[in-house]
């Protein structure tokens, strides 16, 4: 089975904070992404990577930055953390008709 | 720009009743995935739809896909509590690895 793994389940961050949320894939996936869930709105996507150090903008990219220097790693950075960043971040790997795509188990960020 | 609707938005239904979730999407797309999501975890995928005309099932939940229609459903027959959750829909935009555009979702709740 796919693995995707989210470093921290829960976090609490200050405002103001740089904050690094990271994500590993073990199954060799090109393609990874970082989505954040609001209640009443759904999953939006932040940023995408088709390859390592390549990136692309989603729906809601301002006030986040992301990073992938290794295929199976894939990082989210918020610069300076704000209370509108307090959500559920989830990653993704894979896509394409055979493997689909896997979710992480999701970190749930609170910036106070 | 792919949009994504899902309706409706919450169901509660009985025990034993049949229901129908519907997702609509706005743009040609030739991959259609359903997920299930329960509170404070990450999204499951439940089918994944390649084709016109692609039927899925998998226990009380069968799934279908009209691509002219743009126009795919979630079935639930006999519904037990197990059900209860958010299901999303989610759409790839055009062909290839590209990101999963979702519904808003439909929070399920099935009562005795």
């Known amino acids: 089975d796919v693995k995707v793994t989210q470093s921290s389940r829960y976090l609490v961050k200050r405002t103001g904070e740089k904050v690094f949320l990271e994500c590993v894939q073990d199954m060799d996936h090109e393609n990874m992404f970082w989505y954040r869930q609001d209640p009443g709105l759904g999953l939006r996507l932040i940023y995408f990577s088709y390859d390592v150090k390549m990136k692309e903008k989603g729906d809601i990219p301002e006030g986040y930055s992301v990073s992938r220097e290794k295929k199976e790693r894939f990082s989210l950075i918020l610069e300076s953390a704000s209370t509108n960043q307090t959500s559920m971040y989830l990653c993704?790997?894979?896509?394409?008709?055979?493997?689909?795509?896997?979710f992480g188990s999701g970190t749930r960020l609170t910036v106070v | 720009e792919l949009k994504v609707e899902q309706n409706p938005l919450f169901l509660s239904m009985q025990e034993g009743k049949n229901y129908t979730i519907y997702c609509n999407y706005s743009?040609?797309?030739?991959?259609l995935y359903w997920y299930r999501q329960d509170p404070g975890k990450s999204l499951e995928s439940l089918f994944v739809l390649l084709s016109n005309g692609a039927v899925k099932q998998e226990g009380r939940l069968m799934a279908s896909l009209d691509t002219k229609a743009r126009l795919s459903t979630l079935h639930i027959t006999a519904a037990v509590h197990d059900l209860s959750a958010t299901y999303f829909c989610?759409?790839?935009?055009?062909?290839?690895?590209?990101?999963?555009?979702f519904g808003k979702g439909t929070r399920l709740s099935v009562i005795a």
């Open positions: 993704a790997s894979g896509g394409g008709t055979v493997y689909g795509y896997t």
């Open positions: 989610a759409v790839v935009s055009g062909s290839g690895n590209t990101p999963l555009v």
């Open positions: 743009t040609t797309s030739d991959r």
